[in-house]
């Protein structure tokens, strides 16, 4: 829903857009699908984010600090330079240290 200036008389009630806010923009920003991060509790109990990152043919766990969210993507401000190779699917039983495999997939 959204307030509209409406003194041209243009606009009826019930009329139907589709529409692109953008927030910020942030060159260079660092930004994974939602599927790729993920909630464990802390050491102090406290609920930290992480993402699975692939580090010489293991599966690492990397703590990040998020930024924008918009339910699509999310933006990583700490944890991660860019370089990374984060693991995003294939995710069901994997353990921090486990022996990966990576598999480019066919862009068809």
């Not at 008389?9 to 942030?26: D, Q, T, V, Y």
């Not at 992480?50 to 930024?67: F, P």
Request: net charge negative.
């Amino acid at each position: 829903e959204v307030d509209l200036d409406n003194s041209a008389g243009s606009l009826r009630p019930g009329m139907f857009c589709n529409a692109e806010i953008e927030m910020r923009s942030i060159s260079g920003a660092i930004v994974l699908p939602g599927g790729a991060v993920h909630t464990r509790s802390g050491p102090d109990g406290e609920p930290e984010t992480y993402v699975w990152v692939a580090q010489g043919g293991t599966a690492t766990q990397v703590v990040v600090t998020l930024g924008l969210d918009d339910g699509i993507v999310t933006e990583i401000e700490e944890g991660l330079s860019g370089s990374e190779a984060v693991i995003s699917a294939g995710l069901s039983g994997l353990r921090d240290g486990a022996a990966i495999e990576i598999v480019e997939g066919d862009s068809k």
